[in-house]
């Protein structure tokens, strides 16, 4: 029987955004994402009650997904687990919170019985722990919090993914607008859409599918200029699928005007948060949106050897 050994267990996960090609993902496109210098960390210590403690006042599906997690690694119900979250992610936004808290509550769970898995296991334990919350997840989120890096990512079948190597530095700016969304609701209203008027749907999510393709060779290229370009047409689209919002386009605009070299909503829409690509002034125009209300942080992504 397995046995959790430590006095005390952790598990980190980065949180994440899409650069490209959100919506289109859960259609079978290809998307890229990146994970965030900005994560969640999972601690486990041994309880003295045959139970699963989860903070007062917390998610009340975090009791499913840590009971879910633990069952997943091996850990029997007989032995009792308290549980603490500290996290860096804004929820509901676009950050991937929920992902990085199944990433990091399947590590902490390994890491308390001493057993190691690959990301990829990880990743797939995760994704299916994401369900508690998102319903049906593409598997980009989960993926991304336990890869890290820049990833580009499609659904399949088969699921694939790879590192894509960055020919300079990626900062990126990300920029919350003060409102929220939830994911489930704002993919299946979009799939509902897009089954009813596929004519009208279908061009859009190629046009994103075309973004990604000319990104994704952009990035390898370290051709920031483009990439930016990229990402506003990017969501240019997806206003056009109907999961921006007055908020949303708000703070791009601001981004834009400050000197960003693209900016877009990322993750599902409906509300939450942007992302902004900069150059050298990303500290000029983190001070723009601050002094507009937004609440800022930058993540920072270190061009690979040899660009």
């Not at 400050?258 to 409906?270: D, I």
């Not at 949106?289 to 920072?300: D, E, P, V």
Request: charge should be negative; glycine fraction near 12%; include cysteine.
């Amino acid at each position: 029987m397995s046995k959790f050994r430590a006095e005390r267990a952790t598990g980190w996960a980065s949180g994440k955004v899409i650069l490209l090609g959100e919506h289109a993902v859960v259609h079978g496109s290809p998307a890229i994402a990146a994970g965030l210098e900005q994560g969640v960390e999972i601690s486990l210590q041994p309880a003295r009650e045959q139970a699963r403690d989860v903070p007062t006042g917390a998610d009340p599906r975090l009791a499913e997904a840590f009971r879910q997690a633990a069952s997943l690694t091996g850990i029997p119900d007989s032995i009792g687990l308290s549980l603490s979250i500290r996290s860096e992610l804004p929820e509901a936004v676009g950050f991937g919170s929920s992902a990085a808290l199944a990433v990091g509550l399947v590590r902490a769970c390994l890491a308390g019985q001493e057993e190691i898995w690959s990301n990829a296991e990880v990743a797939v334990a995760a994704n299916s722990i994401e369900k508690i919350f998102h319903g049906r997840p593409s598997g980009i989120d989960a993926t991304t919090a336990a890869m890290g890096g820049v990833l580009r990512f499609q659904i399949g079948p088969p699921l694939a993914y790879e590192n894509v190597p960055l020919g300079a530095e990626l900062v990126l700016l990300l920029v919350e607008t003060g409102t929220r969304h939830t994911t489930s609701s704002t993919v299946g209203a979009l799939g509902d859409r897009a089954r009813a008027q596929p004519a009208i749907y279908q061009p859009v999510f190629d046009a994103i599918t075309a973004l990604v393709g000319e990104a994704d060779q952009a990035l390898r290229a370290g051709n920031l200029a483009f990439l930016g370009e990229a990402m506003t047409m990017n969501h240019g689209l997806l206003r056009a699928l109907g999961v921006s919002t007055s908020e949303l386009d708000d703070a791009v605009e601001v981004a834009l005007e400050g000197g960003a070299l693209g900016a877009k909503l990322t993750g599902a829409g409906g509300g939450g948060a942007i992302l902004a690509l900069c150059g050298e002034n990303a500290a000029e125009i983190q001070q723009i949106l601050q002094q507009a209300g937004y609440r800022t942080s930058l993540s920072r992504f270190a061009a690979s050897p040899g660009a």
